[in-house]
């Protein structure tokens, strides 16, 4: 298919009796201005994504040959939502006469239309797969959930923005707006540099709208309206009102109670490394309604400061997530694994013995609030001597949503916990002896 050909078919009626919203008309336009980093955010359901995919598969068709990448931070996830759900949709409902035409890499999710261009599927939980991919180079780039997706992983993949085509290259964004603490809102709405907190260098560059469900009611049902409007009301404000957040009440943990390493640097010897373990219901890695078992590696170094060293944290079967924490055990040469038995109880430990019966693990049991848990590890990073090694967004998002009061979060902390867990042991209770050694 020529370009010429293909710009027709870009322009070819819609499925009969579909037409995007007015809000959705709206941020078409927008995404068709001068900016290049083009935030949609606001709650679930307002069509954010689909407006996003719909400009996407538009620029692949104008631009033969050109790549564009989609990207979440779960492969999963993206698969399932973007590879075969919303993208689907797009091709069938805004470009019918395309829609047949499109080839469907399955095995490495790209999809390839008959002008030569492609759309990358990305999940940057996978290595691999990321470091692949991102030795491309691409004329459009969509974080999707970016909620979800470290900063350091966006300046990532903006160093692959660069594939030279007639487009003008452009970076899209969508999110269900975090707290005004999360870097979305540093960058978008403060225009600011959510590493360095300097304002942007070319704040022009950066735009925003807000897309709610209120602007999607032709695609929305009541029902699911009035589900929202039921929420807590920290969840009902973020995810029917799309408002960002202020901060927790008596919070804990703020941004700035975070040190990330600087790359490059170089960890000192450890006299302590634990493997913390908070574990769940969950039985496997889509067990959506349990919560997720926290494992966090931890450890004390001999310049007398504390490290946060890994967040593997994780929806699994007992021997699945089990055999994650003996090969962190390894890894890290850690002196013990630490896990909560009141979920569970022997169980827990039990099934770690199967994974590995030389691991020594140590109990511990919960005998006080979350918070109260939670206080002495907030002062030890109060007083700067814990360090993350890298940005660990699920993880910090918990502790973000930590009070004196309690937690304020939808689900339970597990990675929080977790954390919880390994610093005490490692920072502030000093007796270690109540370990059950390898073979007991």
Known sequence: MSVSAAAMAAAAPLQPGFKLTERQRLANKLLGGPETDILLVGGSRAGKSFVLIRAIVARALKAAGSRHAIARFRWNHVVNSIGRDTLPSVLDKCYPQIAPLVGWDRSNWIVKFPNGSEIYLLGLDDKTRTERILGLEFATIMANEISQISYGAITMAKTRLAQKTILQPKFYYDCNPPSTQS??????????????????????????????????????????????????????????????????????????????????????????????????????????????????????????????????????????????????????????????????????????????????????????????????????????????????????????????????????????????????????????????????
Do not use: C
């Open 183 to 440: 870097w979305p809102y540093q960058l978008f709405i403060k225009k600011i540099d959510p590493t360095t907190r300097v304002p942007l260098a070319f704040p022009q560059d950066y735009t925003h709208m807000f897309m709610n469900p209120v602007h999607n009611l032709e695609n929305v049902s009541e029902g699911y309206l009035k589900t929202l409007e039921g929420l807590p009301e920290a969840q009902r404000r973020r995810f029917l009102l799309g408002e960002f957040l202020d901060d927790v009440g008596g919070a804990l943990w703020t941004v700035d109670s975070f040190k990330h390493l600087p790359q490059g640097f170089t960890l000192p010897a450890m006299r302590r490394v634990v493997v913390a373990v908070d574990p769940s219901g969950a039985s496997g890695k889509e067990d959506y309604r349990s919560d997720e078992i926290g494992i966090v590696v931890v450890g004390h170094g001999r310049d007398g400061n504390f490290y946060v060293l890994a967040d593997l944290s994780m929806r699994a079967a007992p021997h699945v997530w089990a055999a994650t924490v003996v090969s962190a055990f390894h890894r890290y040469q850690a002196n013990s694994v630490v896990a909560e038995v009141n979920f569970g109880g022997a169980l827990v430990t039990n099934t770690l013995r199967v994974a590995d019966r030389r691991v020594p693990v140590k109990e511990v049991r919960a005998a006080r609030g979350k918070e109260v848990r939670a206080e002495p590890v907030a002062n030890l990073y109060d007083q700067g001597t814990v360090y993350h090694v890298a940005r660990f967004p699920d993880l910090e998002d918990q502790m973000l949503a930590m009070s004196a009061a309690g937690w304020t979060g939808s689900r339970s902390p597990d990675r929080l916990d977790a954390l919880v867990w390994g610093l005490t042991d490692v920072a502030i209770n000093k007796n270690h002896a109540a370990i059950l050694g390898g073979g007991v």
